[in-house]
């Protein structure tokens, strides 16, 4: 067992430069899935390369996909990514238990592929991995004939057998998530007809688009109980050349580390604004962020666009519940946002953060209150009282529960700490932003020895 890797980041002076960010990891999930099925070579550029994708990588190759990475070129940019798929159906009985590492999104979503084939599989994780309740995805891809054996609470170790022919269905999720809805999309590849998800709020849609671009046959309209999304079964998949854009979720602790840190002026370019996942921007233009869009275009599909960020005053406001679905991932790096804000910021509606990595709620407000930010817990969120722009005390080390987002978060706090804020280990950072303490070095922030 390695050992833990303490952080503890301090700004010097305004940060200020011109970054790019790794590739968004959703994308990255996906291309690999939907290039293992399809018939033929796919080509992926910029690909993250962090260990929750190469997690779904190794498992996807366990399965019978040839998945080669290129080398990087001298410049050290991202290597490029080729992928033999097997075609929809074709999927092979793995030889050993599919090793997940932290990664929820590649259980859940492989778990989906896995249920329409006739194949048995065994999911395991890291202990964080291994806490998180997989009953919402058992359950639907259960209706459709899958059966399941899992660790007491649903929890990993799980062991699944898949069913060919699966059974279509109309499922209603009980609450908005895109890797529930990713899961059962993808059992309906598979499955003879037609499979439908009914969300009650939209979110991120990465999967109906990329599977459009393969060729899956993809509806969606509204219904009576929120947005229908539609995918008939038996589909053949065609190869594609994907270009993944830079991952908001990543570019949230830049941003907000440009907001808070007096006189900076940041650019992180190459972002994706999928409209889906873009409340982190609408939110913080709410609070009265000075963020700019510059160089709007689309790249495979995927709105993508330059943002700029310039430190600046902000006000606290009630934040809309139904922004929470396009914005998940990105609530912890605002709460720290909030702790500068002038006035309190209300946040409802994110009873998901209590099974994320970690419980985000309940870790951030530990933490934070460690570090002198006045916060109030709720069932479903945080009310953060903010001190106006000034800094917090600091002087804590936190626990970030191998949760990613939790360590980058507080790393980005102790940029305007008295006193220095220390995450107690870094390594699940590895899991979605490799690089993320050297662009925090290249934009003007400081590596404290801890």
């Not at 009265?288 to 943002?307: F, K, N, S, W």
């Not at 005053?313 to 139904?322: C, D, K």
Request: with cysteine.
């Amino acid at each position: 067992m390695n050992a833990p890797q303490p952080l503890s980041l301090r700004a010097e002076g305004p940060l200020s430069g011109t970054v790019t960010v790794p590739g968004d990891k959703s994308i990255s999930h996906r291309a690999l899935m939907f290039g293992a099925l399809a018939v033929g070579e796919t080509v992926v550029d910029g690909l993250l390369e962090g260990e929750d994708v190469l997690s779904t990588a190794a498992a996807l190759r366990a399965m019978g996909a040839e998945i080669v990475r290129e080398d990087a070129g001298a410049g050290g940019e991202a290597g490029r990514w080729r992928i033999w798929g097997v075609g929809v159906g074709g999927l092979l009985q793995p030889a050993t238990a599919l090793d997940m590492g932290n990664s929820g999104t590649s259980t859940r979503l492989l778990m989906g592929l896995i249920a329409s084939h006739p194949i048995t599989a065994t999911f395991t994780g890291d202990a964080s991995l291994s806490s998180r309740p997989m009953a919402r995805v058992t359950v639907p891809l259960g209706l459709m004939g899958a059966s399941f054996t899992t660790a007491p609470g649903g929890r990993l170790p799980l062991t699944m057998t898949g069913r060919c022919p699966a059974v279509p269905l109309r499922y209603v999720l009980p609450v908005a998530s895109a890797q529930v809805k990713s899961a059962v999309l993808l059992a309906g590849l598979n499955a003879p007809g037609r499979t439908t998800v009914v969300e009650p709020e939209a979110t991120r849609d990465h999967s109906e688009r990329m599977l459009r671009a393969f060729g899956a046959e993809v509806r969606v309209e509204d219904a009576p109980e929120g947005r229908a999304i539609t995918v008939t079964g038996e589909a053949e998949l065609r190869p594609q050349v994907i270009v993944v854009p830079g991952d908001i979720s990543s570019a949230a602790f830049p941003i907000v580390a440009a907001l808070i840190v007096p006189g900076s002026r940041v650019t992180i370019g190459g972002v994706g604004v999928n409209p889906t996942r873009d409340g982190l921007l609408r939110v913080l233009a709410m609070m009265g962020a000075d963020v700019t869009l510059g160089q709007q275009r689309e790249v495979g599909g995927e709105p993508v666009a330059d943002i700029t960020i310039a430190a600046g005053a902000l006000t606290g406001i009630e934040v809309p519940p139904e922004i929470a679905a396009s914005m998940i991932d990105e609530f912890p790096v605002l709460f720290v946002a909030a702790a500068f804000a002038q006035g309190t910021t209300v946040m409802r509606g994110l009873s998901e953060l209590r099974v994320k990595e970690s419980d985000r709620i309940a870790v951030m407000a530990a933490g934070l209150t460690a570090c002198g930010v006045r916060v109030e817990e709720l069932p479903d969120g945080l009310i953060v009282h903010g001190n106006g722009g000034d800094m917090v005390a600091g002087g804590a080390t936190v626990a970030a529960r191998l949760d990613h987002r939790i360590a980058m978060s507080f790393a980005v706090l102790g940029l305007r700490a008295r006193a220095a804020v220390t995450v107690d280990d870094a390594r699940p950072v590895a899991t979605s932003f490799p690089g993320f303490v050297d662009l925090m070095t290249v934009l003007g922030a400081v590596q404290s020895p801890v």
